[in-house]
């Protein structure tokens, strides 16, 4: 028996230690959902990713009465995002999120589904993804999807 032990280092910080490229990201996610349409689960979700050209695209969540028809905040704007500027890079993507009681304490981790799409992105501009996830008590870093997604399938698993 072998046994395959897979860690993730994660970075905490707070707002202020953060440069002013990553702060403007966290603001531009921050203020995002409040462009979130979620009358259903009333949980608003932002969004702001940061392009090689250093175009910065944000989006929110998008909710619809047949439920499965909503998209996620993360997943509108790195599609937003590509679909404007297929030839950049997603350099950084930051997300927070908003319920009646304000921004979470703690960093919003972003679902399976928008996981799998980061993977695709990275893959699509062999560029990592720095990830940087919102909570009111401390901001999470986490340099590259694998981090997040860790034996993950994309298309090297289908040898395409
Ligand atoms: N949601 C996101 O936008 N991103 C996430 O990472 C988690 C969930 C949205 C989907 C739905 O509109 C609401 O939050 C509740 O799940």
Redesign the pocket.
């Known amino acids: 028996m072998e046994k395959l032990t897979i860690t993730t280092v994660i970075h905490i910080y707070q707002y202020n230690e953060l440069d002013s490229a990553d702060k403007k990201l966290i603001d531009a996610a921050k203020s995002a959902t409040t462009r979130?349409y979620?009358p259903?689960?009333k949980?608003?979700?932002g969004?702001a990713v940061r392009l090689s050209n250093n175009t910065v695209v944000t989006g929110?969540?998008?909710?619809n009465a047949a439920y499965p028809s909503?998209?996620?905040?993360?997943?509108?704007t790195l599609f937003y995002a590509n679909a404007q500027y297929p030839d950049q890079a997603v350099m950084t993507l930051a997300?927070a999120?908003h319920t009646k009681d304000g921004f979470l304490d703690n960093p919003?981790?972003?679902?399976g589904a928008?996981r799998q799409v980061m993977l695709e992105t990275e893959q699509r501009y062999h560029q990592q993804i720095r990830i940087l996830l919102y909570g009111e008590k401390g901001i999470y870093l986490i340099n590259g999807i694998n981090g997040l997604l860790p034996l993950s399938f994309g298309a090297s698993n289908m040898n395409v």
């Not at 909503?70 to 509108?76: D, H, K, P, S, V």
């Not at 919003?108 to 679902?111: A, D, H, V």
Request: aromatic share 8%; charged share 10%.
């Open positions: 979130s979620s259903y689960s949980f608003a979700v969004a929110s969540n998008q909710e909503g998209l996620c905040a993360e997943r509108i997300i999120a919003i981790p972003p679902c928008c």
